[in-house]
């Protein structure tokens, strides 16, 4: 069974920082693109970052040059830093891992960390 979970969240004041760490386990043959996605009360869920097995890396335009996604050497982690953060980045991010595992590629979803931006 591959599980992605994910860790970080909090509450933080305006212009603060936060570090989100999501970790994929099971039995994975290959990890391809990762990425962090939010959804706030009454929205959509939305793309935050994207960061493929190659390092390339996609950003909403409302997180540019605030937000940093990376992967760690074993490519089977990926972190979001978040800093200057806004009131309106409050939201429950999810990580998303596209898997290679026994039975096929598929994508999987972690299980939601809440970040709140409050003073």
């Known amino acids: 069974q591959v599980q992605l979970v994910a860790s970080g969240g909090g509450l933080v004041q305006p212009g603060g920082s936060l570090r989100l760490s999501c970790a994929a386990s099971g039995i994975i043959f290959n990890i391809y693109g990762m990425g962090w996605y939010r959804q706030a009360p009454g929205k959509q869920r939305e793309l935050v970052a994207t960061i493929t097995s190659g390092g390339s890396t996609n950003y909403a335009d409302s997180v540019k040059g605030r937000f940093t996604i990376s992967r760690g050497n074993a490519k089977n982690t990926v972190t979001l830093e978040m800093n200057n953060l806004k009131p309106e980045d409050t939201a429950v991010y999810y990580c998303?891992?596209?898997?290679?595992?026994?039975?096929?590629?598929?994508?999987?979803w972690g299980q939601g960390t809440q970040v709140t931006v409050s003073s």
């Open positions: 998303n891992a596209d898997i290679r595992r026994v039975d096929g590629r598929i994508e999987h």
